[in-house]
């Protein structure tokens, strides 16, 4: 199973696909903008009267809470679709690199098949050519 995320983005017929590091930074930048949301509700609750955010009253400070609680599931539910991306990446990579060694090993055996095909040898006592694993020749029957 294969956790690439694929999101429409740009229009009809324009995918982004986001790879683990991706959804791991963004995930980080959403825990971030969580603790920045919650230091502003804090802020506004305790400001004194020359700080910036003493104008803000309880329902923007609640506001920025919730915004900052929902900043934080987001970013959480972002690291750890990361990690999930990041296994089925390793899965992906082990599975291509098992079939490329089965294509591999299918060449190698392809090529060896070719080779003894055009290995003969020949009768001492007639000079005719047999093929490699031929134990009589074929033309007189004699022990090669």
Do not use: H
């Not at 229009?11 to 790879?19: D, F, I, K, M, V």
């Not at 700080?51 to 919730?66: G, L, P, R």
């Amino acid at each position: 199973m294969d956790f690439t995320v694929t999101i429409p983005l740009g229009g009809p017929g324009r995918r982004s696909e986001w790879n683990s590091t991706s959804v791991l930074v963004y995930g980080i930048l959403s825990i971030g903008g969580a603790i920045f949301a919650f230091a502003v509700s804090a802020t506004s609750r305790n400001a004194d009267p020359n700080d910036f955010f003493y104008d803000f009253d309880n329902e923007t400070s609640t506001i920025f809470a919730v915004v900052g609680m929902i900043s934080l599931i987001i970013g959480v539910v972002f690291v750890v679709l990361s990690f999930r991306l990041k296994e089925g990446e390793a899965r992906r990579l082990e599975s291509q690199a098992r079939a490329e060694e089965a294509e591999r090993e299918k060449n190698v055996q392809d090529i060896a098949k070719a080779i003894r095909s055009n290995i003969k040898i020949r009768c001492r006592y007639c000079g005719t050519l047999n093929e490699e694993d031929a134990s009589k020749c074929s033309s007189c029957g004699a022990t090669l």
